[in-house]
């Protein structure tokens, strides 16, 4: 293909095969570059026209082929930055202190629970897990609220050594 005919080629064909690229792309810059490598592949290839190969098709069907790779491309370039996302939090993405002081102490107040006697722990966590109240324990339990308000007091006194020595 001469110079002179490449040139009338890319002048009949550039915007329409842009305008194709774009329907496929959804980006009309992308959609030029796309045409772009096209017609660069087709100068180095300097292909010889002949009656038999239609020209227009064949620059049709590579547009649509480079279109699809860059999309496909795109897809695993999105997946591959969605796990980096993940792994490399923004700013924005990033727990507070606060919050992970909050949930450290939240863990070592169940930690502590599990070492309070079995049926000091159960009361315990029926009264401020549940939200039982005294006579609600003491009727599941079948023990008086006075029992109830003893495993408590126990309770809170064995929870807070247990706290201050895990400091």
């Not at 087709?42 to 480079?66: C, M």
């Not at 003491?138 to 247990?162: C, Y």
Request: some cysteine; aromatic content about 10%; hydrophobic content about 35%.
């Amino acid at each position: 293909m001469s110079p002179g005919e490449f040139k009338q080629l890319f002048d009949d064909c550039y915007r329409p095969l842009c305008h194709f690229a774009n329907g496929l792309v959804n980006d009309p810059d992308i959609a030029e570059d796309v045409v772009q490598e096209v017609f660069i592949q087709l100068w180095k290839k300097d292909l010889q026209v002949n009656e038999h190969l239609n020209i227009k098709s064949l620059l049709f069907t590579a547009v649509r082929n480079k279109s699809l790779d860059y999309l496909r491309q795109r897809n695993v370039q999105q997946k591959h930055y969605e796990n980096i996302r993940w792994i490399t939090p923004s700013e924005e993405q990033y727990v507070s202190r606060e919050e992970v002081d909050k949930f450290m102490l939240i863990d070592k107040i169940y930690i502590s629970i599990r070492q309070l006697p079995p049926k000091c722990g159960e009361v315990f966590t029926l009264c401020k897990v549940n939200g039982l109240s005294y006579a609600q324990i003491s009727e599941q339990l079948n023990i008086s609220v006075k029992t109830v308000e003893n495993h408590m007091q126990k309770a809170f006194r064995l929870l807070r050594q247990i706290l201050a020595d895990s400091e």
